[in-house]
Each structure stands twice: as structure tokens, then as C-alpha cells.
T-cell receptor, first 111, second 113 residues
Framework: QKEVEQNSGPLSVPEGAIASLNCTYS??????FFWYRQYSGKSPELIMF????GDKEDGRFTAQLNKASQYVSLLIRDSQPSDSATYLC???????????FGQGTTLQVKP | EPEVTQTPSHQVTQMGQEVILRCVPI?????FYWYRQILGQKVEFLVS????????KSEIFDDQFSVERPDGSNFTLKIRSTKLEDSAMYFC???????????FGPGTRLTVL
């Protein structure tokens, strides 16, 4: 069974701090990984994706991938109260586009 | 900015009734997907669709479910005989190619009574 695991949290950080969100996956064949943000009652909103080992930066967000450890992370710098949401990690499971999602980590950024 | 749209936003139905959920994907996207999210649970893959055919479907996507692209713009999910456990948010998504990022619509909240 291919799985993606996340700590459900909540992860609480003060405004301006770095938030670190982590994800592990079971299928070594997964090649691409996606981070989505989901506000309560809303749909997943794409933040960024990564498919190469190492870091990928986009504004305040940095995704990190370590395929040997089957580990993906998302760093949010200068966290803002508006970043408070659930962050979903997803692995591309097959060449048909099937995404396997983790249960999400709830982030709370306190002013 | 192009976006995925879904109608209706909320559908209430009686158990055993048929429902059709509609999606208009982004115009130059060729791969289409349906996911569902039961309240408080993970987003779950239902089906992927390309070139007017199902590419992959999950165990959830049984004979009660079907998908169609009836007119080249809409992408529909039909549930023939709804069950209580079908109550969930249903999200349509699309991508330009199967290994690229997927963009999600706002979802349809299905409530089966």
C-alpha cells in the first residue's frame, strides 16, 4: 500500500518564524512531490512541487527532497497569520497522474 | 488566471438517487481527475481521465461511478445510486500532462440523506 505520512499537528509558530513541515512516503518509485495548502472548507491550492533531490525555493517557501530517506519537507520563512492552514503533501503515484495525499499538517501562526 | 470551475457548490440528495457533478477544466489541460475528501479525512484519488478514456481508477470508483467528457469542455462525475457514505467534498483537478502539477476546482459538497 503506497502511503504518504504527515504529522497532523497542530504546529504552532510565532509570526515571523520559520515553519517546518515534514512528510515521508513509502513508494520508492514516486518521482514527484507536491505541497498544497488547504484552508478549512476550501480546495487544495498548489504551493510548489519538487522532483529532484535537494532544495527548491519559491519566494518564502522552500521544498526539500531526500529520495534516499524518502522524505519531503516544506519550509515557510517569515510565517504570517495568513499562512495558518492545513498543508498537504502529495506523491505522484503513477504515470496516470494519481496523487496520494498525506493527512495534512495544520499550521497555526500566532501574531 | 485560468481556473477550474465546479457546479453545483453544494448538492443534497436522497440515498439511492443519481447525482451528476460537473467540472470545467482549464482549457489547455488534457488530463482530468476526480478526488474526494470525507470530512476530516485525507484527499482520496478516484479516477484519472485522458483522451476520453479512464487511465486509472481507485477501489472506491466502483460500478456506481462513471465519468464522461460529454462536450469537449465539461467533465462530469456521475454516481448512479448514492449511499450515505458518498457524502464528501468532490474535487475536480486537471493538468497539462500526467506528471505535472494538478490544479483543483473549488469542490462540490455532496450530502446524502
Amino acid at each position: 500500500q503506497k502511503e504518504v505520512e504527515q504529522n497532523s499537528g497542530p504546529l504552532s509558530v510565532p509570526e515571523g518564524a520559520i515553519a517546518s513541515l515534514n512528510c515521508t512516503y513509502s513508494d520508492r518509485g514516486s518521482q514527484s512531490f507536491f505541497w498544497y495548502r488547504q484552508y478549512s472548507g476550501k480546495s487544495p491550492e498548489l504551493i510548489m512541487f519538487i522532483y529532484s533531490n535537494g532544495d527548491k525555493e519559491d519566494g518564502r517557501f522552500t521544498a526539500q527532497l531526500n529520495k534516499a530517506s524518502q522524505y519531503v519537507s516544506l519550509l515557510i520563512r517569515d510565517s504570517q497569520p495568513s499562512d495558518s492552514a492545513t498543508y498537504l503533501c502529495a506523491a505522484l503515484s503513477s504515470n496516470t497522474g494519481k496523487l496520494i495525499f498525506g493527512q495534512g499538517t495544520t499550521l497555526q501562526v500566532k501574531p | 488566471e485560468p481556473e477550474v470551475t465546479q457546479t453545483p457548490s453544494h448538492q443534497v440528495t436522497q440515498m439511492g438517487q443519481e447525482v451528476i457533478l460537473r467540472c470545467v477544466p482549464i482549457s489547455n489541460h488534457l488530463y482530468f481527475y476526480w478526488y474526494r475528501q470525507i470530512l476530516g479525512q485525507k484527499v482520496e484519488f478516484l479516477v484519472s481521465f485522458y483522451n476520453n478514456e479512464i487511465s486509472e481508477k481507485s477501489e472506491i470508483f466502483d460500478d456506481q461511478f462513471s465519468v464522461e467528457r460529454p462536450d469537449g469542455s465539461n467533465f462530469t462525475l456521475k454516481i448512479r445510486s448514492t449511499k450515505l457514505e458518498d457524502s464528501a467534498m468532490y474535487f475536480c483537478a486537471c493538468s497539462t500532462v500526467s506528471y505535472n502539477e494538478q490544479f483543483f476546482g473549488p469542490g462540490t459538497r455532496l450530502t446524502v440523506l
